[in-house]
C-alpha cells in the first residue's frame, strides 16, 4: 500500500506564488520518478514538471523559468515552487510517483495522489 498525499493548493491573484508538498508513504522500496501533472476544467492532464532519473528534469513549456521541482529524498516528498502564477495555471495539480514497493520484486508502480486545487483569479 502506498499513498500520495498533495498539499499547499489554494487561491492566489495573478503575479502570486504557492508552493505545493507532496509526501509518500506506504510500502516503498525506491522510487523510480516523482513529478507534478495538472488537469484544468475541460482539458487533458499534462505533464508540469519531473525528476526523470537522478537530479535531471522536465518541464512544461508553459512553466519553464516559473515552476521549480525539488525534493527531499530522505522524506520521499517533492515539492512544485510556483512563481508568476498565471490564471491559465489554474487546475487541479497531481502528485505523481513511480514506485518499487519490495525489495523482492523488481516491478514498479504508478501512484497518483488526489490533487489539490490551485486557482489563480483576481
Known amino acids: 500500500q502506498v499513498q500520495l498525499v498533495e498539499s499547499g493548493g489554494g487561491l492566489v491573484q495573478p503575479g502570486g506564488s504557492l508552493r505545493l508538498s507532496c509526501a509518500a508513504s506506504g510500502s516503498i522500496f525506491s522510487i523510480g520518478a516523482m513529478g507534478w501533472y495538472r488537469q484544468a476544467p475541460g482539458m487533458e492532464r499534462e505533464l508540469v514538471a519531473s525528476?526523470?532519473?537522478?537530479?535531471?528534469?522536465k518541464y512544461a513549456d508553459s512553466v519553464k523559468g516559473r515552476f521549480t521541482i525539488s525534493r527531499d529524498g530522505a522524506k520521499n516528498t517533492a515539492f512544485l515552487q510556483m512563481n508568476s502564477l498565471k490564471p491559465e495555471d489554474t487546475a487541479v495539480y497531481y502528485c505523481n510517483a513511480v514506485i518499487r514497493m519490495r525489495a523482492s520484486s523488481d516491478t514498479y508502480f504508478r501512484f497518483w495522489g488526489q490533487g489539490t486545487l490551485v486557482t489563480v483569479s483576481s
Open positions: 525528476f526523470t532519473g537522478g537530479d535531471r528534469t
